[in-house]
């Protein structure tokens, strides 16, 4: 069974896919999500474009037929051609199918087109940094290319959203080892195709947008698997399995028996991270089990409340919506939303609504009110925004918007580091739900808008406009119940 890049990119997100998309019963898959079609379509128009603007000449292969495509690509690569498109290259059990192929000295390199960004990070918290699952499917192609003696070096390349070509560099030792991380993918997916390895499924957030979702949270469930608990990770879960194997036995086990001063008896589980797994098991298997406070938190009081949420389109590159909802002395019945809506996908418009989001925002800021949002993800966009922007405001004027006096990050700076919940995971939707709001959408999500506003662009529906807004205004009054919700456990 060939290895391919496919299955590499899958790998990384998530073994057990691969494994069911290779064996599993077809029955058992749910529809397709609209956004994974959306991702599909708009990676399939944005290669179209990029390739519709390359400057060199090159051999288009794209609509070469399946059975004559790698003898047409080797025979392209023997005559020297600077660059081809849609090639097919394999060699033993790996098989390739590279946007293009780039002649270079010495031979040729792979690259591909990809509608996101080639690189990951570049925020607070993380260095730029390339993409594992683009890097294992460009080490595939150089692979082979090796394996064929047609390579020019082990360096590849992705033509990018951004408009950059960005360079993936397999010799370099100076960072992580991406040759390496390769290398290991590939014995992994070589392993899960002969069945030498069965994987498990492992719920995380990639989970909600497969296409085994169903299947997998059934299996998950009836197996009391540990990644159930929210923040453990798949690798957590392996590392304690063969002495904690469920939830259940998590539950009641003595943690202090399993730590030895900062470390536990498991390969990447700190002491203190142990203690909270731990307490999380045991909430989870209560026969009540009920939200509580780990640290004592001190929320300030404000007659002006503004709770904020934002709608990005990651395959535009462009924030379309800017949603507030107001309220005034803790009375809900004095509740107000405000949009700003960009109505194109247009720098123009973007910049149009975020100038008056802006304005709005630091009205509603200067006249004291007390602001918050779930994950610091509004205030990453809102500085790239004046970065993009700077003629609009200056970064002193966002960083004030979100002083973190007045404004609160709900995720991020009380329930991450005070509280507890009863539930799988610490998702906006999976908290308010369990505090008994419901959106009035029946399939609310991040990636369910970015479908709906792709459809509003193309159709230009107000039926299908209200619902992006209906969507927005429900994710900011989820985020007032949330804040009530935690006040009541501060009481």
């Not at 896919?17 to 397709?32: H, K």
């Not at 360096?155 to 390769?182: C, H, I, K, M, P």
């Not at 989870?284 to 929320?299: E, F, G, N, T, V």
């Not at 507890?420 to 939707?429: A, L």
Request: net charge negative; charged share 30%; glycine share 6%.
């Amino acid at each position: 069974m060939k290895v391919t890049a496919s299955i590499l990119y899958d790998l990384v997100e998530c073994p057990q896919r691969v494994a069911l998309d290779v064996f599993g019963a077809p029955a058992n898959r749910d529809e397709i999500n609209a956004f994974v079609r959306l991702l599909w379509e708009r990676g399939t128009l944005f290669e179209k474009e990029t390739i519709a603007n390359l400057r060199l000449p090159f051999v288009d292969l794209s609509d070469a037929p399946e059975a004559d495509r790698e003898r047409l690509t080797l025979d392209a690569m023997a005559q020297g051609s600077p660059l081809i498109y849609g090639g097919r290259i394999s060699a033993g059990d790996l098989l390739g199918m590279p946007d293009l192929l780039r002649k270079e000295p010495g031979g040729y390199i792979p690259g591909d087109i990809k509608s996101g960004r080639a690189e990951e990070g570049g925020d607070d918290d993380h260095d730029v940094r390339p993409k594992r699952r683009y890097a294992v499917q460009l080490g595939l192609y150089v692979d082979v290319l090796e394996r064929l003696h047609l390579s020019a070096g082990r360096r590849a390349f992705v033509l990018d959203v951004l408009g950059q070509e960005v360079t993936y560099d397999f010799g370099d030792q100076s960072s992580r080892n991406l040759w390496e991380e390769y290398k290991n993918a590939l014995a992994e997916a070589r392993s899960i195709l002969s069945r030498q390895t069965v994987p498990l499924p492992a719920y995380a957030s990639v989970c909600k947008l497969c296409h085994w979702y169903s299947f997998c949270i059934q299996q998950l469930v009836s197996s009391d698997d540990l990644t159930l608990i929210p923040h453990l990770r798949r690798s957590d879960r392996d590392a304690m399995s063969g002495r904690i194997p469920t939830i259940a036995s998590l539950a009641t086990t003595n943690p202090e028996a399993l730590i030895d001063g900062k470390r536990t008896a498991f390969a990447g589980i700190g002491a203190d991270r142990f203690r909270t797994l731990h307490a999380r098991a045991v909430m989870l298997k209560a026969p009540s089990p009920q939200p509580y406070l780990r640290l004592p938190i001190k929320l300030a009081s404000f007659s002006l409340e503004l709770f904020f949420d934002i709608e990005v389109d990651p395959l535009r590159q462009i924030c379309y919506l800017h949603g507030f909802v107001e309220r005034k002395n803790g009375d809900n019945d004095t509740e107000r939303f405000v949009a700003f809506f960009a109505d194109d996908p247009t720098p123009k418009a973007e910049r149009d609504a975020f100038a008056a989001a802006l304005d709005y925002f630091a009205s509603r800021s200067d006249a004291g009110a007390g602001i918050y949002y779930y994950s610091k993800y509004e205030r990453t966009i809102y500085r790239k925004l004046q970065q993009k922007y700077p003629d609009i405001c200056a970064l002193e004027d966002v960083e004030r918007l979100f002083d973190p006096g007045q404004a609160i990050d709900l995720y991020g700076d009380v329930i991450l580091k005070a509280t507890e919940w009863p539930t799988r995971d610490h998702s906006i939707k999976t908290l308010a739900k369990y505090l008994g709001f419901t959106w009035r959408d029946t399939h609310p999500s991040g990636a369910a808008s970015v479908a709906w506003f792709d459809s509003w662009c193309r159709e230009r529906n107000p039926v299908i406009r209200q619902r992006i807004l209906d969507y927005n205004e429900d994710d900011c009054r989820a985020t007032r119940v949330l804040l009530d919700g935690i006040r009541r456990l501060a009481n």
